[in-house]
């Protein structure tokens, strides 16, 4: 039975929560806050040095922003990447974590791995503001006229890893060990994505042993679609594909709604369980 | 009849018992199956109304389901089968300060477990200031509640679940913790929140506090519900067949505790200091009850319900009320009981004494009518009543 005012009070308390889960995170560390920046520019550092010197990976020169910097054309991806395996990564250990919350007192227990979505998502938009301001500097003026779009992306994400969130996080109370295999999974399933690369690293190579086309079996990765968003909206600064759109929506939502059913199926013993 | 606040109906809940506890995938895989596990009916078709207004006690022995009834009403547990209905807003005191989190700040604890238990923030800002003049944490509100004092943190977690204002409260043994003045002050709440009009869920393990808040109460045992009704006759159910005979004294009056320390012996001594079997209306006596500590016992509280054969309470008397707590006992004594006049009524009356920790929730013996005695008429010759306000008269005639 979900009445109005449990819906109020869940939306009171899932703000709580997410307050909860910020605060909680950088207390007691001396740069605090500063550090949810410091993480993703380590990486852009090591990615861009490897990638972008090393190896020379060059963003295809493509408009309206005609841009051509392998940091901003990487941040634009690996951002919300980001965004998404800390959502999952962080919801996962939330039950588990709240033993006590949850054996002591009652309330929605999916709002958890929510808060922590919530949390994420919070660092998430501070860190694409700066990348915003990052990217006016270069001339990209359109990346603003996308900003609506880009939005809606960065929810689409949100769904995304709130779907894996609640699955994952219901899963490991049970099996303990997914919170070790997520953390390798996450690793390979970044290269798997072109995201530290173009896409168009790829082109004329296939499978080993096969005639399938590396990119056409990349494009069945929704977060290949999702990288190709972003680019589009904030790097480009042009219309995202709407193909692309619909498939990563789909799976957000198709990915959401099984977690959904896996949690609202297996919380049942969840006190017990912990 | 009063609107019903709380239903239970066929609630049944099992727990599953393993043998082998492991949640790692290999186990599983290496096992072929999910669990090894064997069913336990932690509670079985246990059905209860409390009317809204009336203190509702559960009580039973250990593991007989009583706390898990609760976390049922909850919805923290959800059972097999059956159905549960709460009507009203509901506050839980299960584990006091249990959604706080340490490195935050009490101020912001406060929020969050008041938003656990469904105030609204607007609500919360509201009684924020009652909430922690209410807990005496004063100027600690802004400190990480990690560096509480259990006492602080303990008042601070009961303030926020008392303070949400609960139609429904349902209470876990928080009784047992907090110093003397903390277990005052929520012996005083709930008594308000009863004059209130509020529903209150209870279990406890002190047969004395069920006693004096609860209108009716609910024996568990094993699971299912034994015994269901007034407090007093249910109560003396209870104690009475706790275990059986093994309970029981030499003379077949009920007896329990963890017998660390005993009473031994209850004597009544009369004005010139002999002992007597009798009590004479309205002239000094002294009861006297005779413990044997068997090991070094931290300030040992003594008490004794007193009630007319008929099972009428009369008083009940501890020395923590009194502020008689001696640090430490240990080997054998006495409590002297000094009345400086009888002001019982003719009648017979039974004694049952009680030696108990300083929360008054941990018994070490407690033995039921232990002494049977009867009062004999005094000079004044009053009768009617159990008891005399040992009146002085004076009649002024303004003629």
Redesign the interface.
């Known amino acids: 039975m979900t009445t109005l005012a449990e819906y ?2 869940s939306r ?2 899932l ?3 997410t ?2 889960e910020l ?2 995170k950088y ?2 560390s001396f740069l605090g806050w500063i550090w949810s920046l410091l993480n993703p520019l380590a990486n852009t550092l090591v990615y861009t040095v490897v990638f972008g010197v090393l190896f020379k990976a060059k963003p295809p020169e493509e408009g309206p922003s005609h841009l051509q910097v392998y940091a901003l054309y990487l941040l634009c991806a690996l951002l919300p990447w980001n965004f998404f395996q800390t959502s999952v990564m962080s919801s996962v250990g939330s039950l588990v974590g709240n033993g ?8 929605p227990r999916e709002l958890l791995p929510a808060s922590t979505v919530g949390a994420a998502l919070v660092s998430h938009l501070i860190e694409m503001g700066l990348l915003l301001v990052v990217l006016l500097a270069f001339g990209d003026y359109w990346a603003i006229e996308w900003l609506p779009v880009t939005f809606v992306l960065i929810l689409l994400v949100g769904v995304f890893g709130l779907g894996a969130g609640l699955l994952f996080s219901i899963l490991n ?5 997914i919170e070790h ?1 997520l953390g390798i999974f996450f690793l390979l399933w970044l290269y798997a994505t072109p995201i530290v690369y173009p896409p168009s690293t790829l082109q004329g190579h296939h499978l080993p042993g096969t005639h399938l086309g590396a990119l056409e079996v990349l494009r069945v990765n929704p977060m290949t679609e999702m990288a190709a968003l972003f680019r589009s909206t904030m790097f480009y600064g042009r219309a995202p594909d709407g193909w692309s759109l619909l498939y990563f929506a789909v799976w957000a939502f198709a990915l959401f709604w099984v977690g959904l059913r896996v949690f609202g199926r297996m919380e ?2 969840l ?2 369980e912990l | 009849m009063a609107e019903r606040a709380v239903l239970a109906e066929n609630v049944s809940k099992k ?2 018992l393993f043998h082998e506890r492991n ?4 186990a ?1 895989i290496m096992r072929g199956r999910r669990v090894v596990a064997e069913d336990f009916w932690a509670v079985r078709d246990v059905s209860f109304e409390v009317p809204t207004g009336q203190t509702f006690g559960l009580i039973g022995e250990n593991g007989s389901g009583k706390s898990t009834m609760l ?1 049922c009403l ?5 059972p097999e089968t059956g159905r549960i209905e709460v009507r009203g807003k509901v506050s ?1 005191l ?2 006091l300060g ?2 706080f ?1 340490p ?2 700040s009490g101020r ?1 604890n406060v ?2 477990n008041g ?7 607007k609500e919360l800002r509201r009684r924020f200031d009652t909430i922690v003049e209410y807990a005496g944490v004063g100027a600690f509100i802004d400190e ?1 509640v990690k560096n509480y004092s259990s006492g602080m943190y303990v008042r601070l977690g009961f303030s926020v679940a008392i303070n949400v204002d609960p139609e429904v409260l349902l209470v876990d043994e928080v009784l047992a913790v907090g110093d003397e003045g903390f277990q005052r002050k929520c012996n005083e709440k709930f008594a308000d929140m009863k004059a209130d009009g509020r529903t209150i869920i209870l279990v406890s393990h002190s047969m004395g506090s069920v006693q004096n808040m609860c209108d009716r109460v609910a024996w568990f045992d094993h699971g299912r519900l034994r015994e269901i009704g007034g407090a007093r006759e249910v109560i003396e159910h209870y104690t009475g067949s706790v275990g059986g005979d093994n309970r029981s004294d030499e003379s077949g009056h009920p007896r329990w505790g963890s017998g660390e320390g005993q009473i031994t012996k209850v004597e009544l001594i009369d004005a010139d200091g002999c002992p007597t079997d009798r009590l004479v209306s309205g002239v000094p006596a002294t009861i006297r009850l005779h413990y044997e500590m068997h090991e070094p016992i931290a300030q040992p509280i003594f008490s004794f319900y007193l009630a007319t054969i008929n099972g009428q309470p009369v008083s009940g008397p501890n020395t923590r009320s009194y502020g008689c707590v001696p640090d430490k006992l240990d080997g054998p004594g006495h409590v002297d009981v000094c009345l400086e006049r009888v002001n019982l009524l003719p009648g017979t009356y039974e004694l049952t004494p009680v030696l108990t920790d300083i929360t008054m929730m941990k018994v070490f013996d407690y033995r039921q009518n232990l002494l049977r005695f009867d009062v004999e008429r005094g000079a004044s010759g009053e009768d009617w009543g159990v008891a005399t306000l040992l009146p002085r008269w004076e009649i002024i005639s303004e003629d």
């Open positions: 109020r009070s009171e308390l703000n709580n929560l307050l909860r605060r909680s207390k007691r006590n919350l949850i054996k002591k007192t009652y309330f109370v049970y099996f303990r060990d295999f049942r013993r006190a017990e | 727990f599953r949640n790692s995938l290999k599983t976390k909850t919805r923290i547990l959800r839980s299960l584990e249990s959604g989190h490195e935050l912001e929020f969050l938003a656990i238990l469904g105030l609204s923030q990480p």
